[in-house]
């Protein structure tokens, strides 16, 4: 679903992404682990195209993102097409981003109707059934600040997936909530990735990784360091920056 190879990415002088070579099979989730800065959200960023990257190429599901081949050259996409290709992915911020002047059914309508151009009716009618799958039936026509974190946060994941994502990315999705709200918002992604959906997450719940990850990636200074099951990577990390960092978040 998602091949990543040798993906570099710098901003000025500094160099985010020093080389990243990463695969995700369909109905995998990935979780990726790592300390601030060393890459994590560059990394969602480019799969998504909000970034270009500086060298090397990520396809997801069989298409070259941002990139056309042709031969062995790549061609860069027209914004109308990188548009289009964005649709395919759904991305989940930390800061739920919802627009605050529309109620929780505009914000879920939004993207189907103005960028799939679906009829209003039927995405409503989606975006009721995608609010009753993240527990929220009863706030259609709340306004964000009308709402918990945690809801905010559960409104922007059944958002994400009114586009029918091939591809779910969640950017630390629990770490601006209060503690005793992470857990709805959890158990809403443990509920996806049981159902099959595609994900990468970048998450500091460790928790959360050991019982959904299929991988585990732990970055470090624009590298992967290392990857594999939940139960080698956390439990038998075999690279001493990885149990340096596990030792400070366990
Ligand atoms: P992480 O998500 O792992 O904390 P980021 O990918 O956000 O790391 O950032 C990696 C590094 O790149 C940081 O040093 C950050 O300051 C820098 N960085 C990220 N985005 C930009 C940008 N748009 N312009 C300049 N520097 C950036
Ligand atoms: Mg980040």
Not at 31 to 49: A, D, F, Y
Not at 91 to 100: D, E, M
């Amino acid at each position: 679903m998602v091949e990543i190879r040798s993906v570099h990415k710098s901003f000025g002088s500094l160099e985010v992404l020093r080389g990243v070579d990463l695969s995700v099979r369909p109905g995998e989730v990935t979780v990726i682990l790592g300390p601030s800065g060393s890459g994590k959200s560059t990394l969602l960023r480019t799969i998504n195209h909000l970034e270009k990257v500086d060298q090397g190429w990520i396809s997801v599901d069989g298409t070259l993102v941002g990139y056309r081949r042709d031969g062995n050259k790549l061609y860069e996409l027209r914004e109308r097409e990188v548009l289009r290709q964005r649709t395919k992915i759904g991305f989940v911020f930390q800061n739920f981003n919802l627009f605050p002047h529309l109620t929780v059914v505009e914000n879920i309508i939004e993207a189907p109707v103005s960028a799939l151009r679906r009829p209003r009716k039927e995405a409503v009618d989606a975006a009721e059934k995608l609010l009753a799958r993240v527990g929220l039936a009863d706030k259609a026509s709340a306004y964000p600040a009308q709402l918990s974190g945690g809801q905010q946060q559960r409104v922007a994941i059944a958002r994400a997936l009114a586009l029918e994502p091939k591809l779910l990315l969640f950017d630390e999705p629990t770490s601006a909530l209060d503690p005793e709200l992470v857990g709805e918002v959890l158990d809403v992604i443990k509920d996806l990735a049981h159902g099959g959906t595609t994900m990468i997450v970048v998450t500091h719940e460790i928790g959360f990784a050991r019982e959904v990850a299929d991988t585990v990636v732990f970055m470090d200074e624009g590298r992967i360091v290392e990857q594999g099951p939940p139960a080698d990577v956390l439990d038998h990390p075999s690279q001493e920056r990885t149990r340096a960092f596990l030792s400070k978040v366990l």
